[in-house]
């Protein structure tokens, strides 16, 4: 049964990803799980009572073999899990049936990104991005764009960067006048890069935590370094590779957001604009799938609200 299916009442029996494991104790001092499920089709919150072991958080990103019941907690689903355990080699599942992937081709993807790429004009940023898209390799590829939140898939970090400069480049045009579209493409190309650092990844590809340089620096901050050196390979001009490093760092608009910088010029403005309709709308794709019309969705955290789905 796949995740977006379930309703409660429903028994969750079948093989799923260990998205998250958190090891608590309730009030009276008992143990349990707290976990997330996910497949192909959604994630879905559970809780494991009375459980001291042997799964753990260091299971994180494992296929488990699991049966529960589908109940609710404060408006989303949730399933009691009565019985969990490691999949083993003999265990038979469909990895396609596991894991999230994005809903595109990621080659013909890949080959937009570069044909947008080489769509620049100006030379130095278009060597910058051609730079960096090969060096990331297979990692830019397949990696997820978030760990939660928002393309927390398969090829989510490729959809995300692929839709924004789709974004960027007709906003650029619209704003001909106001907007350099060299350096509003390949910042929006750039901005995310440094999250092929930032997240450790189980073997199916999934984020599981946050790397050291992740936790401590971040993806702004690691991906204005990583400009920076690349720049000074390429004998940039210093004043481009500084817009550059200023859009990475200035993406997320506000510091309450996580920018390091607000942005001060009218490229990285609009950025940290296309940014947040990507993620939002993405976050809207995600919720509208599995709730149905005429409803009301739960609490949604990084909304920070419920959503309706109109007829």
Known sequence: MYIKDTKPGDTLDGYYLLKSVYAKRTAGGKPF?????????????????????????????????????VGEFRGAPQVTVEQIRLA??????????????????????????RELIGSIQDGDYR??????????????????????VHHGFRHGLLMHTLYMARTADFLAG??????????L????????????????????????????????????????QEVAKLAEELAMPEEKSLLLQHMILSHHG????????RPACAESELLSYIDMIDSR??????????????????????LDRRIYHHN
């Open 254 to 261: 506000e510091p309450e957001y996580g920018a390091a910088v």
């Open 33 to 69: 799980l707290s976990i997330e499920l996910t497949d192909c089709s959604g994630t879905v919150e559970g809780k494991v009572w009375d459980y001291s072991g042997p799964i753990s958080p260091a299971d994180t990103g494992a296929v488990v073999r699991v049966s529960g019941t």
């Open 185 to 224: 493409l390949a910042g929006t190309i750039l901005h995310d890069m440094a999250k092929c650092r930032e997240f450790v990844t189980s073997p199916l590809g999934l984020v599981t935590e946050y790397s050291l340089p992740g936790q401590l620096l971040g993806h702004l901050v690691m991906g204005a």
């Open 174 to 183: 619209l704003y001909s006048s106001v907007i350099d579209r060299s350096l």
């Open 281 to 302: 709308m993405e976050i809207y794709r995600e919720q509208l799938e599995s709730l149905p019309a005429g409803q009301f969705s739960g609490r949604i955290p990084a």
């Open 88 to 113: 083993g080699p003999d265990d038979r599942y469909d990895i396609q049936d596991l894991v999230p992937t994005a809903p595109l081709d990621a080659q013909a993807a890949l080959q937009e990104l």
């Open 127 to 148: 060597r910058v991005c051609a730079a960096a898209i090969e060096r990331l390799g297979d990692r830019f590829v397949t990696l997820p764009a978030a760990k939660s």
